[in-house]
């Protein structure tokens, strides 16, 4: 009969052989993707034909996207994870974690090149839900933007935005002398009515511009790396504080005569404990452990039918020797 020791001897080899498989499994199969190349941007195989765009694409946001300082501070902080890459590269594979370009290159909105370019044109989704796919609600304020007017008029990202910039458009003088540095001129493109009356106001006297009301009023500052401006355009209280927070009545001025309504509490957003929006990868090392607990488990369970068949290959080996 084996004793006790032997017994535990097979569980130890057990789980040394389950930890160690299991460590190797986990290493090959590590999603942690590789540093972006810093040898510089891939160059697609657009800018052959598309130079002028190339050269915006570039230098713009979407081109530094997997370049950014900014970025790569906050990506390395939080231990590489592959989710960032899924809109900072194009064509990211979770599974392999690799990627086709750094950025968000041309296929990112193109799509592969079609059998009939450069004849025919290159497809692409002109809607704001190509645009959503990355800048999303989660980090982008998306719900503001879906409940504005202009998202209910059907414009699209595109109207005011270059796509292969990633900036404003800028608007041009009819003298064709510069180009207008404020994106209020933007406005006017659609907003023919209100331009006529506005120049006549004190707010433009004061140089006081559409976006002045319209879209600065919820920026921080510093500004965050997700943050941009309020896309629902409708000028709030915060807008007016900008200028007129002097005027404002303070709260020991407020005088009323009718007893205070009660305060109604506002919605708090709680996160369950625990928890962060930025979970640190698991380390091979946990699995692991975790397999050799379960291989100690199972060599303690299969002492007993090893001993039996030791004792049978033994009995065997005697036999042969007797006949």
Known sequence: MLRRFERLLIATATAVLAAGATLLIARAQDPTPAVPSPSGLQAPPCVACHTEFANEWKDGPHGQAAKDPVFLKDW??????GACL???????DPATGTWQEDGVACEACHGPMTAGHPKDPMPVDRSPDLCARCHSDTRFDWQDWQGSTHYQRGMNCSTCHDPHSASLKVATPRDGSAQYTDASQLCVTCHNDVSMDFPYSVHQKQGVTCINCHVNHSETIPLDAHAVPDHSFKANLDSCNT?????????A?????????????????????GLTPH?????PL???GLAALIGLAAGMVMAPWLEKWYTKAVKRDRRGEDD
């Open 253 to 273: 001025e407020a005088i009323g005569t009718n007893p205070p309504a009660a305060s109604v509490s506002q919605p708090q957003h709680l996160q369950q404990a």
């Open 243 to 251: 200028c007129h927070s002097e005027q404002m009545h303070s709260a």
């Open 286 to 288: 946990g699995y692991a």
């Open 86 to 92: 899924v809109c900072h590269a194009t064509n990211y």
């Open 76 to 81: 390395n902080s939080q231990g590489q994870p």
């Open 279 to 283: 979970p640190s990868p698991v380390s």
